[in-house]
């Protein structure tokens, strides 16, 4: 299963920017998409933002517009470039691999330990 390591997370005042990597290994994914999710405290797992294989993108509502995900398919590596970041982005971030099956979209990759944003207002 193909596993992930995720890092650039921090502290960041209101309106400033990060850049998260995450660089995935293991058995083949160079179709799959690779894509950054996001978990609050007290909320559910959401999509961030994916990509796929080449480079067609999907955004969240939240992101588009002040973030973007990009992918090296020659390193295993999607980043996010976070700009303009609010204090409701605080979340643990995380990223992973899948694909679509049947009409819905499965993760394939192991979960990592994501990298933790904090915007302070």
């Known amino acids: 299963q193909v596993e992930v390591v995720e890092s650039g997370g921090g502290v960041v005042q209101a309106g400033g920017s990060l850049r998260l990597s995450c660089t995935a290994y293991?058995?083949?994914?160079?179709?799959?998409?690779m894509g950054w999710y996001r978990q609050a405290p007290g909320k559910q797992r959401e999509l961030v933002a994916r990509?796929?294989?080449?480079?067609?993108?999907t955004y969240a509502n939240f992101a588009k517009g002040r973030f973007t995900i990009s992918r090296d398919n020659a390193k295993n590596t999607v980043i996010l470039q976070m700009n303009s970041l609010k204090s409701e982005d605080t979340a643990v971030y995380y990223c992973?691999?899948?694909?679509?099956?049947?009409?819905?979209?499965?993760?394939?990759?192991?979960w990592g330990q994501g990298t933790q944003v904090i915007v302070s207002s």
């Open positions: 992973n691999v899948g694909n679509y099956h049947d009409g819905s979209f499965i993760i394939t990759g192991s």
């Open positions: 990509i796929s294989s080449d480079r067609i993108t």
């Open positions: 293991g058995p083949y994914f160079g179709d799959d998409y």
